[in-house]
Nanobody, 120 residues
C-alpha cells in the first residue's frame, strides 16, 4: 500500500538545522511532484516547498527562501528538506505530500507528519 514516512524531526535551538526525510513506497515515486507542508497549532496547513518529478525545479514559500532546501533522490524514493537558520516560528508538524495529476485523474498522498520544535 501507499506509504509516506517522514523522519528527522525533533527539538532544535534557534539558529540550528534539521534535515527531514520522507521515504515513499507503494507508488511510482518518480512520477509524483513532491512537497513539504507544515501546520502549526491553531493555524492552517501551509506549503513549505515543492520539487518537480525530476528535481529540476523547486519552489519555496517566501519565509523559507534562503533557509530551506528541498531535494529528492528518485533512486531511493525519498524527498528531503534541509532546514537551516531555524526560528521559533518554524515550529510545526511537517508533512510530506505526493501529488500526481493528468487529464483523467488526480492523486494526493500524505505522510503522518513529523514534529519540529524550535526552542531554546
Amino acid at each position: 500500500q501507499v506509504q509516506l514516512v517522514e523522519s528527522g524531526g525533533g527539538l532544535v535551538q534557534p539558529g540550528g538545522s534539521l534535515r527531514l526525510s520522507c521515504a515513499a513506497s507503494g507508488f511510482t515515486f518518480s512520477n509524483y511532484v513532491m512537497s513539504w507542508y507544515r501546520q502549526a497549532p491553531g493555524k492552517e496547513r501551509e506549503l513549505v516547498a515543492g520539487i518537480t518529478t525530476t528535481g529540476g525545479s523547486t519552489n519555496y514559500a517566501d519565509s523559507m527562501k534562503g533557509r530551506f532546501t528541498i531535494s529528492r533522490d528518485n533512486a531511493k524514493n525519498t524527498v528531503y528538506l534541509q532546514m537551516n537558520s531555524l526560528k521559533p516560528e518554524d515550529t510545526a508538524v511537517y508533512y510530506c505530500n505526493a501529488h500526481y495529476s493528468n487529464s483523467y485523474v488526480t492523486r494526493d498522498y500524505w505522510g503522518q507528519g513529523t514534529q519540529v520544535t524550535v526552542s531554546s
